[in-house]
């Protein structure tokens, strides 16, 4: 499966930096650059179960593509910063990529897993299955 160009630019970047203290600086600046979301977005249909801080996604399908565009929020800063992160490894791809995606790979590549608190790699894990269970829905 090809990594897709954001997916890699941070997985470039987070290898030139060494220091955990600065990949997770590197994290709240990718959450900072979400574009915000619609006022409609902060209801319970598009909240994350199983997320220790708030985290909305909102996924929309492209009728003529197929493709899956993928927005989201977070109230606290790093796990804005994680959103960030599955919008790159996940919008923008067809139903059957998102399936085929081992997100828990990819964290486990870029050392992800071993400095994230027990309640942030759960809710991490909650937004890939909400990802993966809506493109399910779109296939």
Known sequence: MDT??????????LAFLDDWDDRYRYLIDLGKSLPALPAEAYSDAFKVPGCASQVWLMMDRDAATGRLAIRGDSDALIVKGLVALVIAMFSNRLPNEIAATDAQAFFAEIGLREHLTSQRANGLASMVARIKAEAGRAT
């Open 4 to 13: 897709p160009p954001a997916l890699q630019t941070i997985r470039d970047d």
